[in-house]
T-cell receptor, first 116, second 111 residues
Framework: DVKVTQSSRYLVKRTGEKVFLECVQD?????MFWYRQDPGLGLRLIYF???????EKGDIPEGYSVSREKKERFSLILESASTNQTSMYLC???????????????FGNGTRLTVT | KQEVTQIPAALSVPEGENLVLNCSFT??????LQWFRQDPGKGLTSLLL?????REQTSGRLNASLDKSSGRSTLYIAASQPGDSATYLC??????????FGRGTSLIVHP
């Protein structure tokens, strides 16, 4: 079974802090994604990566950056946390190429971040 | 840009009912469509994935169908149980392989 692990389930940070959210997958997947989920807004894509050191902006990248130094790890960075970044953050991974047509997207359990 | 809509937004049914959740998408050029379940405060669990060349997929009491030409997918849950209570999301993946999600249907099955 594919396992996507997010390092923290709950996180409380103060406004202005630099925040790191970590995600690790164990299936050698090429693609990794960061979403945030808010009531009434659904899942919104922040960033994705299709290879080591590669990254692409999603729909709402402002205030975030990402790092992918190793294939299995994809980090989301809040450069200076603000209260409007309080949300549920979800990491996901999938494989690529022709197999992507058939490869499910696998999610971690999420990190509930509160910025005070 | 792909848009995915799920109707209804919420559903409450008695145990034992068969029910249908709907998902529609605007761009029929998809590679696959995936259904997920999400329990409160948790991540998404993949239920079924239908490839673009397929019409349906089944897993236990779940059956998902896909009609690309009309831009629709349905998730059929047979003999619903209280343990089926959760939010169900669909996601359509096109040429970029990046799935577009609907906002989900919140299901409550009461005993």
């Amino acid at each position: 079974d594919v396992k996507v692990t997010q390092s923290s389930r709950y996180l409380v940070k103060r406004t202005g802090e630099k925040v790191f959210l970590e995600c690790v997958q164990d299936m050698d997947h090429e693609n990794m994604f960061w979403y945030r989920q808010d009531p009434g807004l659904g899942l919104r894509l922040i960033y994705f990566s299709y290879d080591v050191k590669m990254k692409e902006k999603g729909d709402i990248p402002e205030g975030y950056s990402v790092s992918r130094e190793k294939k299995e790890r994809f980090s989301l960075i809040l450069e200076s946390a603000s209260t409007n970044q309080t949300s549920m953050y979800l990491c996901a991974s999938s494989t690529t190429g022709a197999a992507t047509r058939y490869s499910p997207l696998h999610f971690g359990n999420g990190t509930r971040l509160t910025v005070t | 840009k792909q848009e995915v809509t799920q109707i209804p937004a919420a559903l409450s049914v008695p145990e034992g009912e068969n029910l249908v959740l709907n998902c529609s998408f605007t761009d029929s050029a998809i590679y696959n469509l995936q259904w997920f379940r999400q329990d409160p405060g948790k991540g998404l669990t993949s239920l079924l994935l239908i490839q673009s060349s397929q019409r349906e997929q089944t897993s236990g009491r779940l059956n998902a169908s896909l009609d690309k030409s009309s831009g629709r997918s349905t998730l059929y849950i047979a003999a619903s149980q209280p343990g089926d209570s959760a939010t169900y999301l669909c996601a359509a993946a096109g040429g970029s392989y990046i799935p577009t999600f609907g906002r989900g249907t919140s299901l409550i099955v009461h005993p």
